[in-house]
T-cell receptor, first 114, second 114 residues
Framework: ETGVTQTPRHLVMGMTNKKSLKCEQH?????MYWYKQSAKKPLELMFV???????ENNSVPSRFSPECPNSSHLFLHLHTLQPEDSALYLC?????????????FGSGTQLSVL | DAKTTQPTSMDCAEGRAANLPCNHS???????VYWYRQIHSQGPQYIIH???NNETNEMASLIITEDRKSSTLILPHATLRDTAVYYC???????????????FGKGTHLIIQP
């Protein structure tokens, strides 16, 4: 148990659906991250939030929309996804986004887009 | 571009020490060496980090060469549960993330044999 909880654990959606991934951290951290891990590829950083403000957006398509209502919660809203968006989506947190010691990851949401 | 080079895969017998090498010949003076591992279908897990001195914790030991161009992660008594992909990462500010997050490469797939 890392203190970072992601739901749902698995998600299957059609290309016209709208769904949201949820991440919650119980560690009192100030920074949260979304990573994408496609099959056979390294983890890719998608978004970074520090104190609820987005500080990094790595050229992610607009069909992925993050939301950070407070420092403990992070969402990833999905709409009109493509089959190539099927991947493991990982949430992480750290004490802060600059001088932090380490990242704590959730178990991820395995997303399949049909 | 990954700043580190690791073997794609390694085998180790259960109960023996697993030694995982990493080359980081272009490491800067203010960059730390971090190790994470990812067990199948889970998020990455922090293992250990260091700057130039050798480090040890309850999970592993980290040996960094004097010129800091390479390092070795040592799991002293490998168990079947240590089978995972191990990532060696260099990062500035002693940080596990920062506004750029962590850049993961392909890592080493360590297989512990019974």
């Amino acid at each position: 148990e890392t203190g970072v909880t992601q739901t749902p654990r698995h998600l299957v959606m059609g290309m016209t659906n709208k769904k949201s991934l949820k991440c919650e951290q119980h560690l009192g951290h100030n920074a949260m991250y979304w990573y994408k891990q496609s099959a056979k590829k390294p983890l890719e950083l998608m978004f970074v939030y520090s104190l609820e403000e987005r500080v990094e957006n790595n050229s992610v398509p607009s069909r992925f929309s993050p939301e950070c209502p407070n420092s403990s919660h992070l969402f990833l809203h999905l709409h009109t996804l493509q089959p190539e968006d099927s991947a493991l989506y990982l949430c992480a947190s750290s004490q802060d986004a600059v001088r932090n010691e380490k990242l704590f990851f959730g178990s991820g949401t395995q997303l399949s887009v049909l | 571009d990954a700043k580190t080079t690791q073997p794609t895969s390694m085998d180790c017998a259960e109960g023996r020490a697993a030694n995982l090498p990493c080359n980081h010949s272009t490491i800067s003076g203010n960059e730390y060496v971090y190790w994470y591992r990812q067990i199948h279908s889970q998020g990455p897990q922090y293992i250990i980090h260091g700057l130039k001195n050798n480090e040890t914790n309850e999970m592993a030991s980290l040996i960094i060469t004097e010129d800091r161009k390479s390092s070795t992660l040592i799991l002293p008594h490998a168990t079947l549960r240590d089978t995972a992909v191990y990532y060696c990462i260099v990062s500035v500010l002693g940080g596990g993330g920062g506004a750029d997050g962590l850049t993961f490469g392909k890592g080493t797939h360590l297989i512990i044999q019974p």
